[in-house]
Structure formats: structure tokens, C-alpha cells
């Protein structure tokens, strides 16, 4: 099956940094790719979808300059968390369509926790 | 808006025993429904996909059933396994957008 990446699996940093996360397909091509983001015991909710060469689109009520989504090739995508604050704490991963047959694959996630 | 529920939240059952999760949405719309396999800090792992004009798939032990019209869906668990121990997602894609909905999951535990 196909393989999406994530890099780094875990990272911890302090508030007012920016920390960058990365979503690879390894063995397809991904013109678009969606971010999502999951709160303990809740479910996972879309942030936005990133497409190759061209502008992220955000879901209603997530900030554009906080969650910079770069798509700079058919397969990766960044999300950058900018100024992050202990509120940004997550879990962030990334799904990429495999569209032969409409099957979303994830990454393994990344557990960012500000401190 | 699409809301996708799941029920139980959590189960606990022996090995061996065959159990059913629920997974329910309220728009009947939907272009296809995935159900997933989420272990403890983990990523995503797809079990099965249903599209919106089919009614069932299986894999191994596992078979999905979907009921578009009264916004249902099943995962049926045949012969329980510890390894089957984990949170399982359901998530409707809607219109075909590819933009997932998920349910907050159920978690199941196979005790030996």
C-alpha cells in the first residue's frame, strides 16, 4: 500500500518559536494533501488541505499566518506552526489520496507539545 | 454540516468473541465512508473503504457494511485478537472533496 511520511514524530519546544513539521508520500505522487489535528480523546479535525503549486485553503476558524502550509513538490507538504503557544499543543497529521482508489493514507503524526 | 458519531466509545471483550462497532452521520450525502485503525500515539492505518454505492467490504476477519440511506455504517470484528486492541475511526468523505470527517472513534480491548 502506499506510504505517507512525517517528520519529526515528536517535538517539544518553547513558546514564540516556530516549529516546522513535514508530510512526505514516498512512493506516489500527492497533489493535494490535508492537515489535521487531534485533541486527547477527541477527533481528528481538518485544518486545511495543501496543494501542490499553489495556495493552502484553510477550514473556518483556523489562522492562515499561524499554520503556514507550503506544498513545494508532488510529495511534500510543510506546516509551519508559527509564535507557537501551549495552546498549539497536539497531535498534527498528515493524509495524502492514494486516487486509484480513493483511499486516504496518514502519516504517523507529530506529538508537539509548548511549553 | 456532517456530524459522525460512533458507538460505543469504549468495549471490552474477550478473545474470540465477534463484535460490531456503530458509526452513524446525519448528511446521507457522502462519496464514500473509511474506517481506520488508530493505535496509542500513532498515526492512521485504512482497513477498509466503502463507496457510497456499495454496501459492504471485507478483509480477513473484518467486514464493513453501509447503509447510506438511514446513515449508517458497521464494522464488524470476527474472532477478537489482542493485537485487535486499538482506537477505531470512522470517517465520511463528503461529496467527494476528500476532506475527511471523522467520528471521535471507539476504543476496543481484546483481553487474553
Known amino acids: 500500500g502506499a506510504v505517507v511520511s512525517q517528520h519529526p514524530s515528536r517535538v517539544i519546544c518553547k513558546s514564540g518559536t516556530s516549529v516546522k513539521i513535514e508530510c512526505r508520500s514516498l512512493?506516489?505522487?500527492?497533489?493535494?494533501m490535508f492537515w489535521y489535528r487531534q485533541f486527547p480523546k477527541q477527533s481528528l479535525m481538518l485544518m486545511a488541505t495543501?496543494?501542490?503549486?499553489?495556495?493552502?485553503?484553510?477550514e473556518q476558524g483556523v489562522e492562515k499566518d499561524k499554520f503556514l502550509i507550503n506544498h513545494a513538490s508532488l510529495t511534500l507538504s510543510t506546516l509551519t506552526v508559527t509564535s507557537a503557544h501551549p495552546e498549539d499543543s497536539s497531535f498534527y497529521i498528515c493524509?495524502?489520496?492514494?486516487?486509484?482508489?480513493?483511499?486516504?493514507?496518514f502519516g504517523p503524526g507529530t506529538r508537539l507539545t509548548v511549553l | 454540516k456532517q456530524e459522525v458519531t460512533q458507538i460505543p466509545a469504549a468495549l471490552s471483550v474477550p478473545e474470540g468473541e465477534n463484535l460490531v462497532l456503530n458509526c452513524s452521520f446525519t448528511?446521507?450525502?457522502?462519496?464514500?465512508l473509511q474506517w481506520f485503525r488508530q493505535d496509542p500515539g500513532k498515526g492512521l492505518t485504512s482497513l477498509l473503504l466503502?463507496?457510497?454505492?456499495?454496501r459492504e467490504q471485507t478483509s480477513g476477519r473484518l467486514n464493513a457494511s453501509l447503509d447510506k440511506s438511514s446513515g449508517r455504517s458497521t464494522l464488524y470484528i470476527a474472532a477478537s485478537q489482542p493485537g485487535d486492541s486499538a482506537t477505531y475511526l470512522c470517517?465520511?468523505?463528503?461529496?467527494?472533496?476528500?476532506?475527511?470527517?471523522f467520528g471521535k472513534g471507539t476504543k476496543l480491548t481484546v483481553n487474553p
Open positions: 493524509s495524502a489520496p492514494w486516487r486509484p482508489t480513493d483511499t486516504q493514507y
Open positions: 512512493d506516489f505522487q500527492a497533489t493535494t
Open positions: 495543501s496543494n501542490e503549486g499553489s495556495k493552502a485553503t484553510y
Open positions: 448528511d446521507s450525502a457522502i462519496y464514500n
Open positions: 466503502i463507496q457510497s454505492s456499495q
Open positions: 470517517a465520511v468523505d463528503q461529496g467527494g472533496s476528500e476532506k475527511l470527517v
